[in-house]
T-cell receptor, first 115, second 110 residues
Framework: NAGVTQTPKFQVLKTGQSMTLQCAQD?????MSWYRQDPGMGLRLIHYSVGAGITDQGEVPNGYNVSRSTTEDFPLRLLSAAPSQTSVYFC??????????????FGNGTRLTVT | RKEVEQDPGPFNVPEGATVAFNCTYS??????FFWYRQDCRKEPKLLMSVYSSGNEDGRFTAQLNRASQYISLLIRDSKLSDSATYLC???????????FGAGTRLFVKA
């Protein structure tokens, strides 16, 4: 019962490098999202997707790209890392249903440091 | 103005105390409301949904006031294990875009 799997758990990048944070879920959830969490700021929504082939911007999308080619995977790409992107990143998913009250399932997080 | 605002705390309370957290949201069309709990350096986990009629789960009671756009969480008989950050969460009308408050930190001491 894997749930939501994020890799890597930790990453250190130099300014200007690019990388992809991976997120996969095995629950057949239609909705997937990426958040970043900074001290005192809570979780801020970066991008989200309501199904394969559909993505949309959240509160803080600048500097990040996403794609959703399959239901299972929702990678987050940093094109040119900046120190301001040092944060903890969480991927989350939920199922689509007629009720609004289905909870988000979170991955364990990726701790990213950009020097 | 942030979409979801919470008192950051921290709240320091003794075991057995009753503590209340408040949250306000700006989008009057928001449909769904939740409280999540987050332990240090861990992912958030759903604590409970919040319904207009108010709902209770053991020592935890959640209330929603749509007119005032206000959500509350009451914890009775606090335990040491309740020490965590409590996140207020609001979903938009489509039920997908989910916005978190910055969280309220609770420390329960013996």
């Amino acid at each position: 019962n894997a749930g939501v799997t994020q890799t890597p758990k930790f990453q250190v990048l130099k300014t200007g490098q690019s990388m992809t944070l991976q997120c996969a879920q095995d629950m057949n959830h239609e909705y997937m999202s990426w958040y970043r969490q900074d001290p005192g700021m809570g979780l801020r929504l970066i991008h989200y997707s309501v199904g394969a082939g559909i993505t949309d911007q959240g509160e803080v999308p600048n500097g990040y790209n996403v794609s959703r080619s399959t239901t299972e995977d929702f990678p987050l790409r940093l094109l040119s890392a900046a120190p301001s992107q040092t944060s903890v990143y969480f991927c989350a998913s939920k199922r689509r249903e007629s009720s609004y009250n289905s909870p988000l399932h979170f991955g364990n997080g990726t701790r990213l440091t950009v020097t | 103005r942030k979409e979801v605002e919470q008192d950051p705390g921290p709240f320091n309370v003794p075991e057995g105390a009753t503590v209340a957290f408040n949250c306000t949201y700006s989008n009057s069309a928001s449909q769904s409301f939740f409280w999540y709990r987050q332990d240090c350096r861990k992912e958030p986990k759903l604590l409970m949904s919040v319904y207009s009629s108010g709902n209770e789960d053991g020592r935890f009671t959640a209330q929603l006031n749509r007119a005032s756009q206000y959500i509350s969480l009451l914890i009775r008989d606090s335990k040491l294990s309740d020490s965590a950050t409590y996140l207020c969460v609001v979903k938009d009308t489509g039920g997908f875009k989910t916005i978190f408050g910055a969280g309220t930190r609770l420390f329960v001491k013996a």
